[in-house]
T-cell receptor
Framework: NAGVTQTPKFQVLKTGQSMTLQCAQD?????MSWYRQDPGMGLRLIHY???????DQGEVPNGYNVSRSTTEDFPLRLLSAAPSQTSVYFC???????????FGNGTRLTVT | GENVEQHPSTLSVQEGDSAVIKCTYS??????FPWYKQELGKGPQLIID?????GEKKDQRIAVTLNKTAKHFSLHITETQPEDSAVYFC??????????FGKGTKLSVIP
């Protein structure tokens, strides 16, 4: 059982470039979310989805887009990367409200 | 949104000693209190959770206590081992999918 799979593991971008961080889960979870983790800041919610076709903003959504066309996949798009988006990004999913979040192993992104 | 304060930010203990990490919150609607362990280069992993109708829960060397009146909950690790060294996050939920996370505690267990 793969759980939550994130690709790539590492990425370096130049300012202004675009890219998509991939996230897939095989647990049939309805809820999926993206967090960024920065030193001393904990985990901050970027965007989330409660089902296919439904997305909403979290605490720090600016500069990021998401879509949810299937239950399994929840990609995060950076349209024009900025150095402030240098971070470790985690995708997480859960089955029902008030249940544990399952995290992927993260994508470490550096924007120069 | 909900705010959760986690203390301490770093904690060093001798192997075999106990470690305690505390989180305080303000929203009385919070009813789900999980703890996550994050090892280097990996994503956070749930180690124990508690709901608002329970005051304490234990799983081997790990326990969580909840004081809803005072609005705080704590993680207790007994007989610490080097493999307990990691960053620990508390989190809380209020009846929805979303969790609010503390800023983490880096625990170092010294052999």
């Amino acid at each position: 059982n793969a759980g939550v799979t994130q690709t790539p593991k590492f990425q370096v971008l130049k300012t202004g470039q675009s890219m998509t961080l991939q996230c897939a889960q095989d647990m049939n979870h309805e809820y999926m979310s993206w967090y960024r983790q920065d030193p001393g800041m904990g985990l901050r919610l970027i965007h989330y989805s409660v089902g296919a076709g439904i997305t909403d903003q979290g605490e720090v959504p600016n500069g990021y887009n998401v879509s949810r066309s299937t239950t399994e996949d929840f990609p995060l798009r950076l349209l024009s990367a900025a150095p402030s988006q240098t971070s470790v990004y985690f995708c997480a999913s859960s089955r029902v409200e008030g249940s544990p979040l399952h995290f992927g192993n993260g994508t470490r992104l550096t924007v120069t | 949104g909900e705010n959760v304060e986690q203390h301490p930010s770093t904690l060093s203990v001798q192997e075999g000693d106990s470690a305690v990490i505390k989180c305080t919150y303000s929203d009385s609607a919070s009813n789900y209190f999980p703890w996550y362990k994050q090892e280097l280069g990996k994503g956070p992993q749930l180690i124990i959770d508690i709901r608002s109708n329970v005051g304490e829960k234990k799983d081997q060397r790990i326990a969580v206590t909840l004081n809803k009146t005072a609005k705080h909950f704590s993680l207790h690790i007994t007989e610490t081992q080097p493999e307990d060294s990691a960053v620990y996050f508390c989190a809380l939920g209020a009846g929805s999918y979303q969790l609010t996370f503390g800023k983490g505690t880096k625990l170092s267990v010294i052999p």
